[in-house]
């Protein structure tokens, strides 16, 4: 089984940055695609970003100012996010699924336990 691992999270101001891993242990495979998940307070859990080899895919709402890479030979995924505005504030997730980058949250196979992120105004 794969477990997923996040961290970097914490309390950034408006127009900052943050850099946030998830560490996979387990069968993980590179041909596995990975993503980030986000869910605010009274909110769905909603698509960030994904990563499947080269192809990558973004939410509208962080396109641009957002940076999903992957390293293999350390079984981790990284968002880089700049830029950072208050409704960036959310609990994040990385997620696992075996096969291609999906936007629905239902679709994937493994998920960490989250990391906070919040940003003042």
């Known amino acids: 089984q794969v477990q997923l691992v996040e961290s970097g999270g914490g309390l950034v101001q408006a127009g900052g940055s943050l850099k946030l891993s998830c560490t996979a242990s387990?069968?993980?495979?590179?041909?596995?695609?990975m993503g980030w998940f986000r869910q605010g307070l009274g909110k769905e859990r909603e698509f960030v970003a994904g990563?499947?080899?080269?192809?990558?895919d973004y939410a509208d709402s962080v396109k641009g100012r957002s940076a999903i890479s992957r390293d293999n030979a350390k079984n981790t995924m990284y968002l880089q996010m700049n830029s950072l505005r208050p409704e960036d504030t959310a609990i994040y997730y990385c997620?696992?699924?075996?096969?291609?980058?999906?936007?629905?949250?239902?679709?994937?196979?493994?998920w960490g336990q989250g990391t906070q992120v919040t940003v003042s105004s």
């Open positions: 387990g069968r993980i495979f590179s041909s596995y695609a």
């Open positions: 990563i499947r080899w080269s192809d990558t």
């Open positions: 997620a696992a699924i075996r096969g291609d980058v999906s936007r629905r949250r239902e679709a994937y196979d493994y």
